[in-house]
């Protein structure tokens, strides 16, 4: 593992539901660079008050100094959030890079959760080395996707979001539907066979990559869902908003 203390290691961050957790990483090899913190997140959790835990959060990484990435799992165009489908209304207009930056006084990039996820899964994880179009899917609370052509990210796809059916398709297919309504593994991999085979048939991706915690049950539903996309679970785990995020950090710091 590289020291802690070298400036130029990135700092990735991600805000999920219950926890803001961060570390610096090693974009050589997608490592942790230092010890991964937590905070718990603030409820509500308002930009104000997630920026005020993000100052808490980054005095425990005293060493990491240099940019840092943001996941928020939202529309995210030029730093501005424009959706917040499950977080508190009052991101949709806000701009967090700035709020960021100006709360902790670092270079702040705030990225789509499963779009940090997309890159870090196709740069050192699930999909490394896959060339031409990759899906990588969250399955959470809500249904994030990344789209990854050649390694270019198309940001903000929301394919959570397609109607199926006449549903929002992640009310149906996220882990939280599965949760809800105590789904067994067999009825939610019929609901996810209807969502993978409608990106199937939209989009004709070469790799479909699931990922979100409930990846880690994988070996329970992922075999019964049965479309002819190669279909694999996500490597990187909790590991891949992280890193995603740090990744963004350093590319907006390039262009
Ligand atoms: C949001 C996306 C987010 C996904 C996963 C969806 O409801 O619209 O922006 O990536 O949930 O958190």
Redesign the pocket.
Known sequence: MAPANQPDHPTGIDFGGSGIKAAAVDLETGDFASERVRVDTPQPATPDAVAEAMVELLAQLPDSGGPVGVTV???VRHGVVH?A??IDKAWIGTDADALFTRATGRDVHVV???DAAGLAEVRYGAARGQRGLVIVT?L??????AMVHDGVLVPNS?L??LEIDGHNA?SRAANSAREREELSWETWAKRLRRYYSTLEALFSPDLIVVGGGVSKHSDEFLPLIGIDTPLVPATLRNKAGIVGAALVAERELRD
């Open positions: 799992p939202g529309v959706s489908a499950n789509n959760d499963a969250t959470g609370t809500g249904i994030g996707s929301e959570g979001h992640e």
